[in-house]
């Protein structure tokens, strides 16, 4: 008898102890997160580093705002322990799918009141996501750089609630990030100070933060940068031009040749401002809208416009 309950009792100790084991092997794994488009993950990155296990598997060929993930790129979201989304309307594709809405962490919740709705829709194709409609609220909320902060900070919160041995850790590194954020964020007010006089024009209309948190009045077409307008879109650029000013319009990406030497016969500068909603080919968010900052002080320096 006593046999029988030595064996009893042995078998608990080692089942007990196979459940501590398995337990502390899913505290040593890192927590999944995955973003809707590259600036959430360049931020999740900067402040969770080597704490996390960061995933972005939007393709480079596509606008992460109207990609739609296939059944492999969903099952991943779907298992993420966070999922960071933009909001603002972004990503239209969250609203037709199955995912854990406990692990959606909305970005840009903590401004709604400050959403900027979109004006003057029209439709259009480029890309691999086919035709399409800028419709409802804009969404490229992080051009303004205050409010690109506040998005880092929800993503600081979250992390912090799911790692919160590890909050000195999480709050350096967002202050940080923060720091080079509010030095873009002077920045561009001190460059935007020389476009006041300038009528400023968006080849595409995802500038509306960056207009209003930067005094620019940016009215804006639907100009692709690798196809040349169609006799439509010119009169739609005619609405908008004003003769009396020197004329600016900023670009997604440089234009094709053709494009580029008919607004050099109309006298409208071109300027390179990328959102960099997808991940870059070189550098990162912040080196990207550090240079599209610089090109507006150098293209004042070389007296392009304003003489």
């Given amino acids: 008898m006593n046999r029988i309950v030595a064996i009893f009792i042995i078998m608990i100790f080692f089942s007990c102890g196979k459940e501590n084991a398995k337990k502390v092997v899913n505290k040593n794994e890192k927590i999944i997160v995955i973003t809707v488009n590259y600036p959430l993950y360049y931020f999740a990155d900067r402040i969770g580093g080597d704490l996390i296990s960061l995933q972005y598997i939007i393709p480079a060929s596509v606008d992460p705002a109207y990609w739609n993930p296939g059944e492999e790129a ?9 999922i960071l989304a933009n909001g603002a309307d972004y990503a239209k594709w969250m609203e037709n799918v199955s995912l854990p809405s406990s692990r959606i962490v909305n970005t840009s919740a903590s ?25 409802g609220i804009a969404f490229t909320t992080w051009l303004d750089f205050e409010l690109a902060i506040r998005q880092a900070e929800a993503i600081k919160n979250v992390l912090i609630k799911k790692l919160p041995k590890e909050k000195l850790v999480l709050d350096e590194n967002f202050n940080k990030l923060r720091e080079d954020l509010e030095t873009l964020d002077k ?42 307008p169609s006799d439509e879109q010119w009169k739609e650029l005619e609405t908008i031009v004003d003769r009396s000013k020197e004329n600016l319009m900023l670009w997604e990406g440089p234009p094709n040749k053709k494009t580029e030497n008919e607004f050099l016969e109309l006298n409208i500068d071109i300027l390179v401002f990328d959102p960099c909603g997808n991940m870059p080919t070189e550098g990162d968010f912040l080196s990207v809208m550090n240079g599209n900052i610089d090109r507006i002080a150098k293209l004042f320096r070389s007296n392009s416009v304003h003489q």
Avoid: R
Wanted: proline share 5%; no cysteine; glycine share 4%.
């Fill in 111 to 135: 401004f709604k009141d400050e959403f900027l709705p979109l004006k003057n829709v029209a439709s259009h194709s480029h890309g691999p996501e086919g035709e399409h409609q800028h419709k």
């Fill in 74 to 82: 969903l099952s991943l979201y779907q298992s993420a322990d966070i």
């Fill in 187 to 228: 920045k561009m007010h001190k460059e935007a100070l020389q476009l006041k006089d300038i009528n400023v024009l968006g080849s595409h209309p995802v500038y509306q933060y960056l207009s209003k948190a930067y005094n620019l009045n940016i009215k804006s077409v639907h100009f692709e940068p690798d196809v040349f």
